[in-house]
């Protein structure tokens, strides 16, 4: 409880709250239920006073000249405040004597996990002379925000079910149990006013930010936000609606004039010179206008510094598809934003494929043209919005036509950008199909203010150590690298959508002992016409891997200590490329949902096992003096597969490490009470 205390204290500082001066009836950002003003008596104290929830109040434009002697924010439950009391922690949680305050909006929070219904009054006062220089009251039946129960889903058809939902906040929806069957045609959570669902609503994004049709749902726990500036004062209603056929599967009302917290989602306007506009996800939203020959896009996303957007023609005619999509690739470094025209043939990085580039390659690379043209950029509150245009109808080849005379069907993507600024595997991307229009006769606009909660972190799958002295064998083959609880998340760094798997886990890291020989059964894919699981295992001294995609120069800063030959002309060629055994998902699963699973062991048995009979590659090692202490096994063609290698010259010292740590904590607690006890012992006594 006090983590979310201080969780409450710091997001508010940070992201401060804009509220009324007048109170809550008043037009304006929700931000909790109303005390009123400070009574002002000296030193210009002044400020209104809100109670977020029953142990916070929040104050806003709040002013102190900084004057008094002694003076504390304080409380009590005497009738008017006095010497009975006791101090509130500043917005800082320090109780230290105020400073000079000027228009400032924080949050206080009351110690000892005491409750506002437990006092009538809160002040400004100065202990020294006694003196109140300001105070708001509790008012005696007073009921502070609280998390509110609500009523269950109707069960009108497509299994649509509900236990009673919970209104968290003024933006956050909890629903229990929840479930559909994915059956409809395009069904969203869908909101609106008005007795009963209706067309007239717009959507809500799922528990992901995806507006695309929801899933199957299987009594599920799901927690919607309100898009952008919404709050629950503006909806009558929540459902699960089919926007194809107009009919609503089931709803929930939501009651008026609910007591709740207010949200503490930062909600920043978006803003975009174009006059039409479409979101794309919570995160994402792409605007556009034609001007005779050409069209100019603007890409407006929420993302990391390190991220890209990319969005483009797909490469299909009659449905949303990566593979052959035409799509620009967004992002902004240190310097400047960059707007790359891609070729995508194939959902792997750009390698060579018999001497072709094969994968999601820009277009320079192919043999075509980069069709792109940058106008602006600009990153401001964590928001990347970037403008460029090109041809309706382009000289290159590799590029899709953009049709005025009927609908395009497009794809999107959110992901981190490599070491060398390339797109990794995309993060975020849509499962259905994404068609827009971009010749309307009026403009249309869905978008939406962008929202960002305080991210908490993520809770990573278990770390995998082999150091068993007796295991000299590693079976090593694909998987997928599931994630932010995986691959990502474990190793910080960006993912190729595979990892390695050696002996049935994930990128275990390994303890080889100097002097004793090693062998690896590859079974990584051992044909080069395949972009995507062409993968002979390599050991170098470095971490990224993906060594045949290097520079010359690049290549001869790394150490190859296993897997690796060099023909005459001094071209690399792998030695340990065995037939494919890849652990992969069922049939119509939604990878999107890899960090559901709290374990990489369910994570594990969800997969299905497909490999072919053919013998392993077999690739023999044996550490020696020269070999670092640290070294890498990885993938000879992508990056971001494999993991870390310990080099030791003893398993002894490396057990008896251990020994040594668990003995020390256990003797710890014994340790510190001896010592304790000597020190009092020596105490000389006056």
Known sequence: ???????????????????????????????????????????????????????????????????GADTFF???????????????????????????????????TLPDR??????????????????????????????PPRTQAGGTFSKRSHNVSSSSIEIL??????????????????????TGVGAQPSSRGSKIPDERGYLDPIRTYNKEVVELELPGDKTIFDIDWISVYDVADNENYGHVLIPDGLNVPPSLVKITP?????????????????????????????LSGQVAQTDYMSFGISGSDVASQMIGADVVVAYIDDIRGYTVDYNITSLAPCVQVLGQNKGVCRDDVVGGLDSFQLNTYSRKNGINTISFRRTLKSSDDGDKEIFLDRSNYVVWALGQLDSNNEPAFHTHYPKSDIIIDFNTTEPVN?????????????????????????????????GPSGGMRGYQGLTGHVSSGLAWYINGYMIPELYLKRG????????????????????????????????????????????VLAGVEFTRRGRPKPTAAG???????????????????????????????????????????????TWPDTVYYNSFTHGNMGWKIHIIDSYTNLRSGANNLAKTITWLPALIAVSLYLYLVTIPVK
């Open 579 to 625: 037939p494919l055994c890849l652990s992969r998902y069922p049939e119509n699963y939604d990878r999107r949902l890899d960090d559901n699973f709290a374990t990489f062991k369910k994570f594990n048995r969800s997969l299905l096992n497909s490999c072919s009979d053919e013998p392993p590659a077999l690739l023999e090692i044996t550490p020696n003096i």
């Open 1 to 67: 409880m006090q983590l979310f205390f201080a969780f409450v204290a710091i997001f508010l500082i940070c992201f401060p709250i804009s509220a009324s001066a007048e109170g809550e009836d008043e037009d304006g950002p929700y931000s909790g239920k109303y005390l009123g003003k400070l009574n002002s008596y000296h030193h210009q104290v002044s400020g209104d006073v809100y109670a977020v929830n029953e142990y916070t109040f929040l104050i806003t434009g709040f002013n102190y000249d900084g004057n």
């Open 114 to 143: 005491k409750k506002m219904t437990e006092i009538k009054w809160l002040a400004v006062y100065d202990l020294n002379n006694q003196n109140n220089f300001g105070d708001v009251y509790i008012p005696e039946d007073f009921e």
């Open 74 to 108: 304080w409380a009590g439950a005497s009738n008017r405040p006095g010497p009975q009391g006791f101090i509130v922690p500043d917005e800082y949680g320090k109780t230290n004597i105020l400073d000079r305050y000027h228009n400032k909006d924080f949050t206080l």
């Open 446 to 478: 869905d978008c939406f203010s962008f929202t960002k909660r305080m991210e908490t972190p993520v809770q990573l799958w278990e770390r995998t150590k082999i150091r068993d002295a007796t295991i000299r064998t590693f079976n090593a083959y694909l």
């Open 270 to 298: 978006y803003e975009f010179s174009l006059p039409n506009c479409r979101q794309l996800h919570k995160d994402l939203q792409v605007s556009w206008e034609v001007f005779g020959p050409q069209i100019t896009f603007q």
């Open 516 to 559: 004793l020989t090693y062998t690896f059964q590859v079974r990584g894919g051992n044909n080069p016409h395949s972009p995507e699981h062409y993968h002979p295992l390599v050991i170098t001294d470095e971490p990224q891997g993906g060594f045949d995609r290097l520079s010359d120069a690049k290549q001869s800063e790394i150490r």
């Open 169 to 190: 906040d003024s933006k956050t929806i909890r629903i229990y149990d929840f479930t559909y069957d994915g059956r409809g045609k395009r069904t969203f959570f869908w």
